[in-house]
Nanobody, 122 residues
Framework: QLQASGGGLVQTGGSLRLSCAAS????????MGWFRQAPGKDREFVAA????????HYADAVKGRFTISRDNVKNTVYLQMNSLKPEDTAVYYC?????????????????WGQGTQVTVSS
């Protein structure tokens, strides 16, 4: 199970930190990813962290602004979002999966959290 939290309303240029707490899965060995879905759009990749080597992957739209990290003691993955823009407004979902390739594709993720709303006002 995954439980996402930390969303909210923030002004342009502000910051938010999303959290995703995992239970019932081999957290330290699985890859974790963040995706987002804006109204009327498909779910898109934001960031991912592999399970074995902790390598990170980011969508071009968030590189340099967002940071994904994990705490294997707390079984939690984080998404630190800085310099937020109105186009970052979406429901953010965390996902978990085994394996470390093709992390940007949502179809390979086996478990999903419920989503948390992020709204960036201009």
């Amino acid at each position: 199970q995954l439980q996402a939290s930390g969303g909210g309303l923030v002004q342009t240029g502000g910051s938010l930190r999303l959290s995703c707490a995992a239970s019932g899965l081999p957290f330290s060995r699985w890859a974790m990813g963040w995706f987002r879905q804006a109204p009327g759009k498909d779910r898109e990749f934001v960031a991912a962290l592999s399970g074995s080597r902790d390598t990170t992957h980011y969508a071009d739209a968030v590189k340099g602004r967002f940071t994904i990290s994990r705490d294997n003691v707390k079984n939690t993955v984080y998404l630190q979002m800085n310099s937020l823009k109105p186009e970052d407004t979406a429901v953010y979902y965390c996902g978990a999966r085994p394996g470390g390739s093709n992390l940007q594709y949502s179809r390979y993720y086996q478990i999903w959290g419920q989503g948390t709303q992020v709204t960036v006002s201009s």
